[in-house]
């Protein structure tokens, strides 16, 4: 098994990380005038209160020349000793197709596993969102008058990202951290970025008030002025949204956001509910869907292991049918012990009033009461407390596997105690930027930056102060550029500048465990346990070592070491 270097968060803090840097700066160069001796060096070493630096302040003008030439020696010794780190943290590259949990949890324990369809079991390319949002856009012009130089802006693929926040009334687009502040310089109105300066004055502050946040499902209703785009299908709602408010501000045309908000809202919803956007991709589904070879291995390996699988999708019986055809096979039904289309999540979950429907092959409801859930049939609508009454799977014995952390996971895990897995495919993509040498070089330096500036900020002289602004400056603009190498705009859908998002805190909270695709359980086996981290809290020395996810860090999957033996 190969060696795991220390991650840089318990670099950050532990006792032999980036303090004892500082401490062996202030031994190689103690600052000139304090009075430090060999006896009293030892305590510059261990660095174990800022008031011991404090005590390096001097009294003479001559003495501020001597401090601020201390400090960059200590700046420049920390940053060669941190340059010296970077080529060992290098080589802890984080492998993409790794299961992470936020909560410990045995696939043993797992008899039925559960699967949504869009975006879990069929995988969608970019044609997909350029599909819906031309169509949205020519609903607006066509059904709603909105003019038609909209038809001058064309989908932008990276210009959003799952987890923005809405502000309906205000018509800003922006990302919130767990704490609901905002991030400045992810403000913004129509294309352009909103001032720092400007975002402050409209919000008084950078906190968003719990009232006007979105409700539980990340709704704006019930006098909520924040929307939040939780789901993939939102990319195109989202950049629509700001091409029509481009478009109005371009041309200084009045308008109320709030009209504008519903619209989109409405032209967006039209495009599924009329099932345009379904006949779409059935009639070239090879543009649209990913071939997923992957996602037919996992279903074979849980059926060829005994599990029971069931499927609950919002989708038609026609285009789930079509795709599975497309992805599993026609004989995808035969895996599968229940299915039920149009469910209606995530209503599904709550409302006990709907009660299923047997569909047939040709899409024609059946009026016969359901006694039983059967292999092989098509259910319609129904509602989970039926499905468990006729069922009997309840509790942690079912996992169930969604993309939609409000609609597909939130209330299974809060309610109903069914373990759930949420699909993020947007991991592959930040995991791969995560290993790059620009990130790890730019975090690395970041973290030792801002460590040098917790511990240095105790000398309040002038001259000290004017040194550590300069430093300030420095990480503020390092902050700003990582979160450009994720998405200019946004940055990282899990992280602000250093907080979780307010995304990222939903997935914790209700996703036991998260990775880019199902196919990633491809790399275990059925009896394999995830083990969450345990990273210590503020208040918590880091006495353990830090542990990481089972092929995160370069430990083998078991394929891997079955290959090689």
């Known amino acids: 098994m190969p060696t795991l270097f220390l991650p840089l968060s318990r670099l950050a803090r532990s006792g032999s990380g980036v303090g004892k840097l500082l401490a062996r700066c202030t031994a190689l160069h103690p600052p000139v005038g304090t009075g430090v001796s060999e006896k009293c060096q ?51 590259f984080v492998n993409p197709d790794t299961i992470f949990s936020n909560n410990e949890m045995s696939l043993q324990d797992i008899e039925i596993y559960g699967f949504d369809y869009d975006y879990t079991l069929a995988f969608y390319s970019s044609n997909l969102h350029t599909l819906i949002f031309n169509i949205a856009r020519d609903i607006l012009i066509q059904e709603h008058r909105y003019p038609e130089g909209l038809k001058e802006y064309e989908y932008i693929p990276d210009f959003v990202v799952r987890g923005l926040h809405y502000d309906v009334q205000k018509a800003l687009l922006m990302k ?17 970025p909103v001032s720092d300066k400007e975002v402050i004055a409209m919000y008084e502050g950078c906190h968003v008030p719990l009232e006007i946040m979105s409700d539980f499902y990340g709704k704006s209703s019930h006098g909520h002025t924040m929307k939040q785009f939780m789901d993939i299908f939102s990319l195109p709602e989202m950049t629509l949204l700001s091409c029509v408010n481009d478009y109005f501000m371009k041309h200084n045309i009045d308008y109320e956001p709030v009209h504008l908000y519903k619209d989109v809202k409405e032209a967006i919803g039209d495009v599924h509910v009329r099932g345009i956007m379904y006949r779409a991709v059935e009639a070239d589904i090879e543009k649209y869907i990913c071939y997923g070879e992957q996602t037919h291995a996992v279903l074979r390996k849980l059926s060829e292991n005994g599990k029971k699988m069931f499927l609950i999708t919002n989708s038609p019986l026609d285009f789930v049918d079509r795709g599975m055809n497309y992805i599993v096979g026609k004989d995808w039904r035969d895996l599968f012990d229940v299915v039920i289309v149009q469910a209606d999540k995530p209503s ?33 609508q129904g509602n989970l407390y039926e499905f468990l009454r006729l069922t009997g799977w309840r509790g942690s014995k079912v996992l169930y596997f969604g993309d939609h952390i409000y609609s597909d996971l939130a209330d299974l895990t809060l309610k109903h105690g069914w373990r759930t897995g949420a699909i993020i495919p947007e991991l592959r993509k930040e995991i791969k930027i995560m290993n790059t040498e620009e990130y790890v070089h730019t975090m690395t330096w970041l973290q030792s930056l801002t460590n040098l500036l917790e511990h240095m900020q105790v000398h309040r002289d002038a001259a000290s102060q004017a040194v550590i602004q300069h ?7 390092m902050r700003s550029q990582a979160k450009d190498i994720f998405n200019p705009q946004f940055g990282s859908l899990f992280r602000t500048y250093h907080n979780p998002t307010y995304f990222s805190r939903r997935l914790s909270r209700f996703a036991d465990i998260y990775m880019a695709s199902i196919s990633c359980l491809l790399n275990y086996d059925l009896q394999h346990t995830f083990y969450p981290r345990r990273t210590p809290l503020q208040h918590e020395a880091p006495f353990w070592p830090e542990q990481t996810s089972a092929g995160a860090m370069n430990i083998p999957f078991q394929s891997t070491r079955a290959g090689s033996e």
């Not at 020349?65 to 200590?74: A, C, F, I, P």
């Not at 919130?176 to 352009?192: C, E, P, S």
């Open 176 to 192: 919130i951290d767990a704490f609901h502040y905002i991030q400045l310089g992810t403000v913004y109105r129509g294309l352009h």
């Open 42 to 92: 030892p305590a510059y070493r261990n660095l174990t209160s800022p008031a011991q630096l404090s005590t390096a302040g001097m009294s003479t003008s001559s003495a501020d020349g001597d401090l601020t030439s201390w400090l960059w020696s200590v700046y420049n010794e920390t940053k060669r000793q941190t340059e010296d780190l970077i080529p060992a943290i290098s080589n802890n």
């Open 471 to 477: 430093w300030v400056k420095e990480r503020e603009d």
């Open 348 to 380: 599904f979950f709550n409302d006990r009033r709907k009660p299923f429907r047997r569909v047939t092959d040709k899409g024609v409801l059946l009026w016969d009461r359901i006694h039983h859930l059967e292999k092989g049939q098509i259910y319609k």
